[in-house]
């Protein structure tokens, strides 16, 4: 048996499975209810009265929870209850803290399983696979990796040395005062990890859930409590961005942010925590993913019918509504000749509709303002004689927001949709001479402001690597003949730099060290009773 544990099993949801009859049990239970969801303030549930509706993306008559926000005073109440509650969280310790994180990843593995990915598959319009990846597997790897990597930290940085009559040792202490989560709708593991993982090595979290996801968030917060997770360790309020940003960051306990959603959002609250270090007790530490602009380049010599799977799969999977998503790609002449048509026929044959049918590949983008925004980065294209909108284009609002499946080939590489993350269904092809695949690395690179992810397709080793090295810091996470979604927690940590965020890796053990603050101990068993030393002596 590893010394680590391994990875969740992803169940397939084929049809006649155990798992499939239980899912849709459980998403027709979840349908004929609404759910009532309060602020987690101290372990209380706080009603506030401030109620907003949370609907179905690909029904988006039909609601799933009434939520109630949180006002300016009960996010105060979270913040002051996560610093009552930090002392007891650090005196119970790292092994009573990680059996509880462990036993929620059992209760996630188990009873808890279809409830969570039901909830993921209506609140965030995710397929059956897509939301058991998330809402299931990779969560749950994320609490047990996590507690993995925390105790491995009391062996590993130790010191190397401690001399005869001295102990030297170092004592893994997390930040004082709480964590401010900031999460994305996408990813339900991403949502819950960000104030899960400083729990774990003893901080407190104030969970700000994004407006998008608050039922599937919600079902995780309850999970956590189940699992024995102490009264304020973790604060669940809906709420305002600029409300929790003020109030948060204008409290002398502030320690850290754990972020991931927009580059501007992030920006602007670096600049806001920037701006208000004299209040702080300790310099808050800013960890943040940030979005991508994500990048598939072919060789002239590469598996062309793994390429045609990854632009499909990596573009369209979860409507491109992943910050790894595929978005541009660089193609050569020669190869997109060969699986241009074939590309567009099997682009044809996806399916796109209701997440409860499982015969759809696609589902709806998550609200109006997506819909709005990427139906308009489309009709710009259209517009422009550099762009063809080679497939797809159309868009239908009526009961859900759908957008088809959309490839647009551009003459450009600068143009708009090959810069811009869309974060929708949209991937931009840019076609290059076979003879310039050097040049075109250099384009890539400095085509966006992102470095998240990207991939190279192509056959022969010396290839690859000249595109490694090219494109060095292009992406956090860089794929060779494969798609650029997908990471697993333990196998490839996730993160970028340049615009894509500070690149701390979740998935790893370092994006867990952002989170303590050690003390180092020395320990003299013979102290000196002479203050002298002997080059004084005459």
Not at 11 to 16: E, P
Not at 213 to 226: A, D, I
Not at 335 to 347: A, G, K, T
Not at 415 to 439: A, C, H, Q, R
Request: proline share 6%; charged share 20%; with cysteine.
């Amino acid at each position: 048996m590893p010394d680590h544990p391994t990875n969740e099993p992803v169940l397939s949801y084929a049809k006649g499975s155990w798992e499939r009859k239980a899912l849709k049990e459980e998403l027709n239970l979840q349908m004929g209810t609404v759910t009532d969801i309060p602020c987690i303030i101290a372990g209380k549930e706080v009603r506030t009265g401030n109620i907003v509706k949370q609907v179905i993306p690909h029904d988006h008559g039909h609601v799933l929870a009434h939520v109630h926000l949180a006002g300016k005073k009960e996010i105060a109440q979270a913040c002051e209850a996560a610093v009552k509650a930090q002392e007891n969280w650090i005196d119970i310790g790292l092994e009573q803290r990680c059996s509880i994180f462990e036993k929620c990843a059992d209760l996630l593995a188990g009873s808890w399983r279809m409830r969570s990915n039901a909830s993921t598959m209506l609140n965030q319009s995710k397929t059956a696979y897509q939301a058991e990846i998330d809402a299931a597997c990779e969560l749950i790897d994320f609490w047990r990796f996590n507690c993995h990597y925390a105790r491995g930290f009391h062996d590993q940085l130790q010191p190397l040395v401690s001399p005869d009559g001295v102990l030297n040792s170092t004592e893994i202490r997390p930040l004082e005062g709480f964590v401010l989560s900031i999460t994305p709708f996408n990813f339900s593991s991403i949502a819950a990890n960000l104030p899960s993982a400083p729990a774990i090595v003893g901080c407190t979290s104030v969970w700000k859930p994004s407006r998008n996801s608050y039922h599937s968030n919600y079902v995780l917060m309850r999970l956590m409590m189940e699992a024995g997770l102490p009264p304020g360790v973790i604060n669940f309020v809906p709420c305002s961005g600029p409300d929790v940003s003020e109030v948060a960051m204008s409290n002398p306990d502030f320690a850290g942010l754990h972020f991931t959603g927009s580059t501007d959002t992030f920006q602007g609250l670096w600049k806001r925590i920037g701006q208000s270090l004299d209040i702080f007790r300790s310099y808050p530490r800013i960890v943040g993913e940030t979005g991508g602009k994500d990048f598939i380049v072919a060789h002239p010599e590469c598996d062309e019918e793994a390429l045609l799977v990854a632009l499909l799969r990596g573009a369209f999977e979860f409507q491109g509504q992943k910050c790894s998503a595929a978005s541009r790609a660089y193609i050569p002449s020669s190869v997109w000749s060969n699986i241009s048509s074939r590309f567009s026929d099997e682009v044809s044959k996806i399916k796109m509709g209701d997440a409860l049918d499982f015969t759809n590949f696609m589902t709806a983008v998550i609200d109006q303002r997506a819909f709005d925004k990427i139906n308009g980065y489309i009709d710009r294209a259209a517009k422009r004689e550099t762009c063809e909108v080679f497939i797809g284009g159309g868009s239908d609002g009526s009961s859900g927001w759908f957008i088809e499946p959309t490839v647009i080939v551009t003459e450009d590489p600068n143009s708009e949709t090959m810069v811009d993350e869309i974060f929708g269904p949209v991937l931009t092809v840019f076609i290059y001479e076979d003879g310039n695949f050097e040049e075109v690395l250099e384009t890539c690179d400095k085509g966006s402001p992102y470095a998240l992810t990207g991939s190279i397709f192509a056959s022969n080793d010396e290839d690859v690597e000249t595109a490694a090295n090219a494109l060095r810091f292009s992406a956090g996470n860089f794929y060779i003949n494969d798609k650029p979604t997908g990471a697993v927690v333990a196998q490839q940590p996730f993160g970028g730099a340049r615009a894509s965020g500070t690149n701390d890796k979740a998935g790893g053990p370092l994006n867990l060290l952002r989170w303590i603050s050690p003390r180092s101990i020395k320990r003299t068993f013979n102290p000196p009773h002479d203050w002298s030393y002997p080059f004084m002596e005459e």
